[in-house]
Structures are given as C-alpha cells and as structure tokens.
C-alpha cells in the first residue's frame, strides 16, 4: 500500500510539472506575440494606450474551428494596472470561447490582444465571466505606434481590440466572446486554484520567471532571452 501511495504521489507530480510546463510555454507564447506585435515600428499598438490602460489581455493562437461549433478556442493571459501602484500585476490564465474575429476567420490561428481603458471595464474583466460587445463595450483599436484614439467611439469603448493572422495585423472588434477565468491554469502556474481578482489585485502574488518576462514586455522593456515559440 505505501508503494501504491509513493507511487501516486510520483505520478500525480509529473502530471503538475507537465500540465505546469504547458502554462509556462502558453504564457511564453503571449510574451513574445506582444513584443512581435510592438515590434512593427508602423503597425503596433500605439504606445499612449498601452500607457493609459487599466489592464490588458494577450490570446495568443485562437483556433479557426472554434468558431463553427462555438467550442472554447483561445486561452490566454490579463494583467492589470492597481489603482495606487500603477505597476502591472502577475499574469492570471483566461479562456476565450465563442464570438467572430470578422475577415480574420479564414486564417488558422488568430493572435488578438485587448487593452481594457476603465474602471468599469477593468470590473467586469475580474468576473467569473462576461461578454464582450454585450456586457462590455468593445471597439476597434487604432494601428500605429504615433496614432491615437482620439475618436468618440474610441474614447467611448471599455475595451479595445486587435488581431493578428497570417502576419496581417489590424484593429478589430471582437464581440460575442465571452472571456472566463481559469483556475485550472492559474493553479498550473502558482500552485493554487486562484481566481482572476486575486492574482490582479493582490501584489503578495508574485509573478513566475514567465510572468516577469510578460511585464517587461507590458512595460515595454528589453528582455535578453526571448521565449521561443
């Protein structure tokens, strides 16, 4: 019966480092997405906005069949801005599910990004869940590292919205999704099933060697050792 137990324990371990590996890989992928993206001196997201957001979201990889069957096809990362340290908090896991990506549909995969620009926004974003376009107000964001969002629409919007597929990156409004919390990856990654909120909101959770990769990339800042794709 103690093999039995020890030999569990073994196998129950080498399920959490794998599943644990697998997050980390996910997160390195949103990492280097975003830097890939901010990279383009002329089609980035402009840097006011990311200087002025509450939080932001990266989705690295949607899948195309998802949007048939409206099966869960994306997963990625939020982080966000406190309301006293405006420094970007550890990254907690989201799933994406449902919703159209517009003329994107026909490529294989589709990175999208999203910049939440409110308190109001940001609120709904730290839910169980909610819908883009129905609970939340979502627009297309402005392309180019010098352009701004000075339109009513765009100054209006709770959150705004790119995508990327094969290589064309452009503004877009993604609606209909609905962005979940995922407990299952946050407790891959910090070892315990925390909620969205928690991870954003309280700076005792600090971030993995990952995590810290994807806030140098928020804040714009250099990193040595890219994350392979």
């Known amino acids: ?15 959490f480092a794998k599943d644990g590996a697998e997050v980390t890989h996910r997160l390195e992928d949103a990492t280097a ?28 990889g949607l899948k195309k069949g998802a949007f048939v069957v409206g099966a869960q096809f994306g997963r990625g990362f939020v982080s ?3 309301a006293n340290d405006r420094g970007w908090s550890a990254p907690a896991a989201i799933r994406v599910e449902g919703g159209s990506v517009g003329f994107q549909i026909g490529g294989s995969e589709t990175d999208v990004v999203m910049l939440v620009m409110n308190d109001r926004g940001a609120e709904k974003l730290l839910g169980d869940q909610f819908t883009l376009g129905g609970e939340g107000e979502v627009a297309a964001g402005p392309v180019g590292r010098e352009a701004t969002a000075q339109t009513d629409a765009r ?27 995922d407990k299952d990856a946050n407790e891959d990654l910090y070892g315990k099933p925390l909620a969205t909120r928690e991870i954003v909101t309280d700076r005792a959770v ?4 990952a995590g810290r ?3 140098e990339a928020l804040n714009n ?6 994350p392979h794709r």
Do not use: N, Y
């Open 213 to 215: 990769a994807f806030i």
């Open 221 to 226: 800042e250099s990193h040595v050792e890219e």
């Open 33 to 60: 997405t975003f830097r890939e993206i901010m990279a383009s001196q002329d089609r980035g997201i402009p840097q006011d906005l990311i200087d002025k957001a509450h939080c932001a979201v990266v989705v690295p």
């Open 1 to 15: 019966m103690h093999k039995l137990t020890l030999g569990f324990l073994a196998a129950a371990g080498m399920l």
């Open 155 to 181: 100054m209006r919007a709770e959150i705004l919205s790119w995508s990327r597929s094969r290589g064309v990156f452009a503004g877009i409004a993604l609606k209909g999704a609905t962005l979940r919390q």
């Open 206 to 209: 600090r971030p993995t060697p």
């Open 80 to 82: 966000c801005r406190g």
